[in-house]
Structures are given as structure tokens and as C-alpha cells.
Nanobody
Framework: VQLQASGGGLVQAGGSLRLSCAAS??????????LGWFRQVPGKERECVAA????????YYSDSVKNRFTISRDNAEKTVYLQMDRLIPEDTAVYYC????????????????????WGQGTQVTVSS
């Protein structure tokens, strides 16, 4: 699966951004992929901030974004979203979407090495 992320930009603290990640997959197979949003700053490991199961019925949020970010998926549009509200300067990072083929499982995955497909990254900068 190929992923194309978009929606990053510069925003003031307290503002909102919505990231999108469109997938190119054949037929109706998008629904078998678990999806995640990761972020990375220079010198640090890529961290998972949000992830969702194949069905969208289960989600994970890191403590740093819980109650501020919302992950959602539209299987018909083959897109996953990350709604980011009440942004703070510490949210500044390059954000990546990722997909994991979960045809044999239904959980939520949060480690970068569990994902095989990655988008190109989109920069989010939050000014104070």
C-alpha cells in the first residue's frame, strides 16, 4: 500500500490542524490495514501518537496527545485522519502515517517496526 500524507503547516499554540493520509490500494483491501500516526523530531526515535484497528473500533493515544488528538478512518475514501486540537509547541515534529496489514489480527499496534508501509511525512510547527 502507498500512503500520501498532507495537512501539515504552521499554527499558533492553541490552534488546530487536520492531517490526512490517503492510501493507494487495490480493490477493497484498505479495511484490512491497521493504521497509525507517528511523529519524529531530530535526535529522537519515531513515536506513535495515535493508532486505530482495522475496523476503527479500537484506538490508541499516547499520553502526550490524549484528549487533544483524534484518529479516524474512512474506509470508503481509503483515508486516515488525525485531528489535532489545542496544539502546543511540543507537538512540533514531522508526522508520518503508517499502515500494517492485519488480515490475521484485529488489534492496535504502536511500534514503528510493526508497520511496513509509510507515508512521506508532513511537517507540523506550533509557534508559542
Amino acid at each position: 500500500v502507498q500512503l500520501q500524507a498532507s495537512g501539515g503547516g504552521l499554527v499558533q499554540a492553541g490552534g488546530s490542524l487536520r492531517l490526512s493520509c490517503a492510501a493507494s490500494v487495490s480493490g477493497g483491501t484498505f479495511s484490512r490495514y491497521g493504521l497509525g500516526w507517528f511523529r519524529q523530531v531530530p535526535g529522537k526515535e519515531r513515536e506513535c501518537v495515535a493508532a486505530t484497528s482495522r475496523s476503527g473500533g479500537s484506538q490508541y493515544y499516547s499520553d502526550s496527545v490524549k484528549n487533544r488528538f483524534t484518529i479516524s478512518r474512512d474506509n470508503a475514501e481509503k483515508t486516515v485522519y488525525l485531528q489535532m486540537d489545542r496544539l502546543i509547541p511540543e507537538d512540533t515534529a514531522v508526522y508520518y502515517c503508517a499502515a500494517k496489514d492485519q488480515i490475521l489480527s484485529s488489534g492496535v499496534f504502536t511500534r514503528a517496526d510493526q508497520y511496513a508501509s509509510w507515508g512521506q511525512g508532513t511537517q507540523v510547527t506550533v509557534s508559542s
